[in-house]
């Protein structure tokens, strides 16, 4: 039985159309419409029932699907473990967390062998999901697909860092109307997020130089270009450099341990879940 008939007969299933169905494998429709005949040729029995409005499975289909996608399951996490016998983990880690990045491992008890990719949180998730990365540290997305999976690591409060000398760095808390007229530094990466922190309440940021790492964007306010919002409080800055809370409420900066479900990361997940309980 051929193993590509069987996936294309799940994805017909989960999309309740041939015409949609073709549409997300990317393939013609009647060559699919083959395909599916040709399983059921090979199974003796029809799968689904044909109407104008689409594709609704049978009983012999219900059975069939079930026990079908517990096997492809399976074939695919065989797959995975084999690729990834005996080759490093890849662990992709997004811009600004190399110190979260140095205490995930201080968990770790030695066992698998690692190999870090700097990747933005969008890119990890795109890799993940196809298999090319194992696990990842990142900013906390909005949604995720089914087979990855995350657990928080980290949540801090928005701060502005500005150089200490700047007259707002005084100011026990800074509402966003004042830091509106100064030019913010952004990371290239993720900037999109604090914009939308300004914008709920109606303000319109003056963007100052774009940074292409945090690591620029603490170096850009240290002389003088600005003040940012991406640095987590607490990160080591430069001394000439302070924090300052933000007034309004805007949405923490939140680190998280991404992974592919079907990954074999059981101790960076342990690792990332203890790191988690000790702040």
Same mark, same amino acid.
């Given at each position: 039985m051929d193993l590509r008939q069987v996936r294309y007969a799940i994805a017909i299933a989960r999309a309740g159309s041939l015409r949609r169905a073709a549409g997300v494998l990317h393939i013609a429709q009647p060559t699919l419409s083959e395909q599916l005949k040709a399983l059921e040729k090979e199974i003796g029995a029809e799968l689904f029932t044909r109407s104008s409005s689409g594709v609704r499975l049978t009983e012999a289909g219900e059975v069939f699907l079930a026990q079908a996608t517990v096997a492809v399951d399976a074939f695919e996490r065989? $797959? $995975? =473990? =084999? !690729? #990834?016998? #005996?080759?490093? *983990? !890849?662990? #992709? $880690? =997004?811009? #600004? *967390?190399?110190?979260?990045?140095a205490r995930l491992f201080s968990h770790l008890p030695g066992g698998p062998r690692l190999r870090v990719v700097p990747m933005g949180t969008a890119e990890q998730i795109v890799s993940l999901t196809d298999g090319s990365l194992q696990a990842g540290l990142g900013y906390a997305p909005g949604t995720l697909p089914r087979g990855v999976a995350r657990t928080l690591i980290h949540r801090t409060p928005v701060h502005a860092l500005l150089p200490r000398e700047h007259p707002l760095a005084a100011e026990e808390t800074l509402a966003l109307a004042a830091l509106a007229a100064e030019p913010l530094v952004m990371p290239e990466s993720d900037g999109g997020r604090y914009l939308a922190g300004f914008i709920r309440h109606r303000l319109h940021p003056r963007l100052g130089p774009a940074a292409a790492t945090h690591d620029l964007a603490i170096a850009t306010v240290e002389a003088g270009g600005g003040y940012t919002l991406c640095v987590r409080h607490g990160t080591t800055v430069p001394e000439s450099t302070v924090f300052v809370p933000i007034a309004e409420p805007i949405p923490p900066i939140e680190v998280v341990f991404l992974w592919n479900r079907q990954s074999e990361v059981h101790d960076l997940v342990t690792a990332a879940r203890q790191l988690a309980r000790s702040g």
């Open positions: 065989a $797959v $995975v =473990a =084999a !690729r #990834g016998k #005996g080759q490093a *983990l !890849r662990i #992709g $880690v =997004a811009d #600004g *967390l190399c110190d979260v990045q």
